[in-house]
């Protein structure tokens, strides 16, 4: 086990990486906060999918990538309403929305997808 504080994990951070990814335990330390450098339990997947890559597939393993929130999309869209381009809605704009999601939900297997993308597929087609 090795410690460092954050200006010295600054100057050596690939080293710092290799060292975790061979097993070493890493901590970095700034003032009383610490945190532990390890390497993931799951693969990494682009932010995008590869040239020629299913999009459904590479959605798929993005979701099964990351930990489960534990909530759906609308108490999503509710928990963050304040934070989110939901906002900016109006109160019909949201109901189409919800009701857009149900559908979706009903129709397909779930998918994890941003807000943003969920609003682009919206209104995806609907441009003149």
């Known amino acids: ?9 600054q100057a050596q951070l690939p080293e710092l990486v290799r ?8 901590f ?22 590869a040239p020629g890559q299913d999009f459904n597939e590479w959605l798929k393993q993005r979701r099964e990538s ?11 869209l509710d928990e963050t309403d304040n934070r989110t381009p939901t906002s900016k809605l109006s109160q019909e ?20 997808i941003g807000i943003v993308e ?3 597929l919206m209104y995806e087609g609907e441009e003149g």
């Open 19 to 26: 060292r975790a990814a061979t097993g070493e335990r890493v």
């Open 1 to 9: 086990m090795t410690r460092y504080n954050i200006e010295q994990a």
């Open 28 to 49: 970095i330390e700034q003032g009383a906060e610490v945190v532990e450098l390890r390497p993931s339990d799951k693969p990494s997947v682009p932010d995008k999918p």
């Open 118 to 120: 969920l609003l682009d």
């Open 93 to 112: 704009e949201r109901r189409l929305l919800y009701d857009w999601i149900d559908q979706r939900r009903n129709a397909r297997p779930a998918v994890s």
């Open 66 to 76: 990351r930990p489960p929130l534990g909530m759906s999309s609308i108490e999503l």
